[in-house]
């Protein structure tokens, strides 16, 4: 049995480009992350809802690997497009960014004419049909154009097999040639489209705007990640060539750029806490945090920056709901005072989620200064950090936040002794030590599980059994599966303890696998029901280290 991975992050907020539903998409690294979701965003625009670019920064910064991506975006955002709403019923092709935002107005389209297959005219079958020496490429449908080096005829494909095509309208004079290099040839008229934004391009060769082709444009552009398109089919001649219905005016140039406008990033005022929540609309159009109900991998979230109740308690009921995650959540940077804080979190109460504050100091590359950041990006790259190096069982705490410079609040240890143990860990600046996180305690008034590594270690134990025991499923259910079942989870739990994760200086101190007759009744069995009973004994981190000494007298004995 393999453990799951702990590791594995999952973030939500705005962005400068990226889908607004779906499944989240994975980034390895920030340079992923920009490609797909763009770069930072303006305070100007966004304030302290712009955040996510910097939190997945410094989640790689400080030691994660793995993140998964959920974009946000106001509900009045634009998508730039070829065409407004007063022309969208003219336009041939209505071509689209693939998803709001003003990023979609740096999208170019050239557009140049192709072929894609020729041949010459052997022999004149009848009126219209032809004899070729090869058919191959030419579809029904398609508009072709018959070239003798001095003039040019077009037609259209009404018939095309067994090297033979028959055409809409026959072609003007002498077209047969059976000459070894032809003069005279019979050619497809299609276009290659380029995509260009920034530093990416997409490149479709030899499109065709007949549906009934295999390179129809809308198949074809389909898999861009730049643009939707949708071709307009009552629009032109459709005697003229493909090229030339999409150049219109410009028809018989070489080439032809479109340009896209009207792209929008939306307003601050229209986002709310249900931008963030999200719609459950079926499989593939989830948005928000319901997005991630699809994802069975992410094991930490966080929405850096928002602070909005609702969001927070409809984030922290999502991992609740599927036990398999846990929550990093920020503290408002404004709430700086103790009772402001505790105020803050008294909304919460839950085992699946953890709390810190203040923010960060780091600097910000897009507008070249030191900025305050919310501290949950980095956090769960500690978190992250942490589970590769030592493991889940050890506390995320006592670890130094990489690429900080200052705190927006600086605590002493008495607010520490009144705010940790209410749940609420706060990051600290020690002197020759650095910045560090200095708490690991949940949001639970649960004394079981007040402490963060214990949580986490029991989703990772919990997921990884729930992974490694698929294979009972359907087998027979009987002693010989229960002591299979047994003996795996033993071997797994074994490997548990000695990695230091468990209490106990034998395995029955630290855990126990029960599966047979006392765990189920015939009726479980009867119905199907396998019941295993686990307990294991985690290790708790020394939270609070204590030496007592005491004055040796000389006489004393």
């Known amino acids: 049995m393999e453990g799951v991975s702990t590791s594995t992050a999952g973030f939500l907020g705005l962005a400068e480009r990226g889908p607004v539903e779906g499944l989240p998409d994975l ?20 304030g302290d809802y712009r955040f996510l670019a910097y939190a997945v920064e410094h989640f790689f910064i400080n030691g994660g690997a793995r993140a998964y991506i959920m974009r946000v975006a106001p509900p009045d955002a634009k998508a730039a497009t070829n065409y407004t709403a007063d022309d969208e019923d003219s336009v041939l092709l209505k071509i ?19 072929s894609k297959a020729k041949t010459p005219i052997l022999a004149i079958k009848g009126d219209g049909v032809y004899k070729v020496k090869n058919n191959a490429g030419f579809n029904v449908g398609d508009i072709v154009v018959f070239d003798d080096g001095d003039a040019r005829s077009f037609s259209q494909v009404t018939m095309s097999q067994d090297n033979e095509i028959a055409l809409a309208e026959a072609l003007p004079g002498d077209v047969v040639d059976t000459a070894l290099l032809p003069t005279k040839t019979l050619n497809t008229c299609e276009f290659t489209l380029q995509v260009f934004y920034g530093s990416e391009a997409e490149t479709y060769e030899k499109l065709s705007l007949n549906i009934a082709a295999p390179n129809y444009i809308e ?36 080439q032809f750029w479109v340009s896209l406008t009207g792209g929008s990033d939306g307003s601050l005022s229209a986002l709310s806490a249900a931008d963030y929540i999200g719609e459950d609309r079926g499989p593939g159009k989830r948005t928000g945090i319901q997005a991630f109900i699809d994802n069975d991998e992410v094991s930490i979230m966080a929405v850096p920056g928002v ?47 953890a709390m810190y504050h203040p923010w960060l100091q780091v600097f910000d590359p897009m507008d070249k200064r030191n900025i305050f950041i919310p501290p949950s990006g980095s956090v769960v790259g500690i978190y992250a950090r942490s589970d590769n190096s030592r493991g889940v069982y050890k506390a995320p705490a006592n670890e130094v936040v990489r690429a900080c ?6 605590y002493n240890k008495g607010e520490q002794d009144i705010l940790n143990p209410k749940g609420i860990n706060l990051i600290r600046y020690f002197t020759g030590q650095g910045i560090r996180v200095w708490g690991a305690r949940t949001c639970s008034s649960n004394s079981i599980w007040k402490y963060v590594n214990v949580r986490r270690l029991f989703i990772f134990v919990e997921q990884s059994i729930k992974n490694g025991s698929n294979w009972v499923v359907f ?22 303890w000695r990695g230091g994760a468990l209490m106990g200086s034998t395995p029955d101190e630290a855990f126990f696998v029960k599966v047979d007759r006392s765990t189920m009744s015939q009726d479980d069995i009867d119905n199907g029901r396998l019941i295993c009973i686990i307990g294991i004994s985690p290790v708790k981190p020394a939270e609070f280290v204590i030496f007592r000494i005491t004055q040796k007298t000389a006489d004393s004995e």
């Open 475 to 496: 087998e027979p259910n009987d002693e010989r599966l229960w002591a299979r079942v047994q003996r795996t989870i033993y071997s797994f739990l074994l490997g548990v």
């Open 219 to 254: 198949k074809k552009v389909a898999r861009s990640n730049i643009i939707t398109l949708t071709h307009n089919q009552g629009v032109g001649d459709p005697q003229d060539t493909p090229f030339d219905r999409i150049a219109g005016d410009k028809a018989g140039e070489e």
């Open 307 to 353: 602070t909005d109740p609702n969001v927070q308690l409809s984030l922290v009921a999502h991992c609740e709901n599927l036990k398999s995650r846990f929550a990093v959540l920020d503290i408002p940077r404004d709430l700086k005072k103790v009772a402001d804080v505790q105020t803050h979190r008294n909304i919460f109460d839950t085992d699946y989620a």
């Open 405 to 410: 410079v200052g705190l927006d609040c600086q």
């Open 27 to 46: 980034v390895t690294n920030f340079g992923d992350f920009q490609r797909l979701f763009g770069a930072y965003l303006s305070e100007n625009a966004f």
């Open 96 to 114: 689209a960014a693939k998803n709001p935002g003003q990023w979609g107005e740096k999208i170019r389209l050239l557009f140049t004419p192709a």
